[in-house]
């Protein structure tokens, strides 16, 4: 992890609106969202969105479906652009730094901002250590005196390890859905990443496994700055420090989430959490 903590390497905020700089009072920005646009084809999805994210916090994003959540979440790694006609506008940040630039890697970007989606993916026919390992083997690592050691730290991580440490070739498509997922998180954190997207991560899940889940997420953001879609409110009351509500597009509201939850300042936010409409 690089954290330069000279003046220097504070995020440029002049251009950001007041919505984002609001969250940075005691801190400085992991990541930087700032005028950024999104385009499938001709069509629009994203509007102008502005937003500074602290490391070691959890940021929320709600809203009704369609509104632009999973986008907004793959343009923060360099997903979106590998979906057809997809196209981005705007910067974002990391470490001041903009993944967006020409000089920018985006297999690079995407090993720094790991990602964990709706479903549980592991890759089928590998085993629970192959999937563990998946990304630093194509680092290049291949010892197994580095490798043994990573898989039971991130298993344990994910709390996983009790539970498939004698068995460590079974598949990972065998476990059950929450361990499923447990184990693409302990994919993503394993090749060190900085920040970690969550879409939806407990949407397929029983409650059981999600308030598992929820834990992890808890536990997790006292390393990484985390950054979790979720059309469940009280989830985003649960798990995060901030919440962003997104509507067609638009971030129309954006702070620490018992102020938006308790005390939104949009009569858009107040409709949208009394579930008025979604
Ligand atoms: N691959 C795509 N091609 C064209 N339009 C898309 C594509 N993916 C999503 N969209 C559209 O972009 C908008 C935002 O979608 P999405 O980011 O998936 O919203 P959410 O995750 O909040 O449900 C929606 O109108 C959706 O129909
Ligand atoms: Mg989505």
């Known amino acids: 992890m690089s954290q330069d903590t000279t003046t220097a390497s504070k995020p440029q905020l002049q ?29 629009q999805v994203l509007h102008d969105i502005n937003m500074a994210i602290r490391d070691k916090t959890v940021t929320a994003i709600i809203g009704p479906s369609g509104c632009g959540k999973s986008t907004l979440l793959r343009t923060i790694n360099r997903l979106h652009e590998l979906k057809r006609n997809a196209r981005v506008e705007g910067r974002v940040l990391l470490d001041n730094r903009d ?6 890697n985006p297999v690079v970007v995407r090993r720094r901002i790991g990602m964990v989606f709706q479903k549980p993916n592991p890759f089928p026919n590998m085993s629970i250590y192959d999937n563990v ?19 039971e730290r991130t298993l344990k991580v994910v709390g996983l390890w009790d539970e498939v440490k ?95 939850f308790e005390k939104p300042e949009q009569s858009l936010t107040e409709q949208y959490i009394t579930g008025r409409f979604g």
Do not use: W
């Open 166 to 260: 004698d068995d460590l070739k079974r598949r990972g498509t065998e476990l059950s859905g929450g361990q499923q997922q447990r184990l693409c998180i302990a994919r993503a954190i394993a090749v060190e990443p900085e920040v970690v997207l969550m879409d939806e991560p407990t949407a397929s899940l029983d409650p059981a496994a999600t308030a598992i889940i929820e834990d992890l997420i808890r536990d997790l953001r006292k390393q990484y700055a985390l950054i979790v879609v979720t059309h469940n409110m009280q989830q985003a009351a649960r798990v995060s420090d901030h919440t962003a509500f997104l509507f067609n597009g638009k971030l129309i509201e954006y702070g620490p989430t018992r102020r938006v």
């Open 99 to 104: 993944i967006y630039a020409p000089d920018v």
């Open 15 to 43: 251009k950001t609106n007041s919505i984002s700089s609001g969250i940075l009072e005691n801190g400085s920005a992991k990541v930087v969202i700032e005028h950024l646009n999104a385009f499938y084809g001709t069509k």
């Open 133 to 151: 390992i998946a990304g630093l083997k194509l680092q290049g690592i291949r010892d197994k005196a580095i490798l043994d050691p990573i898989v």
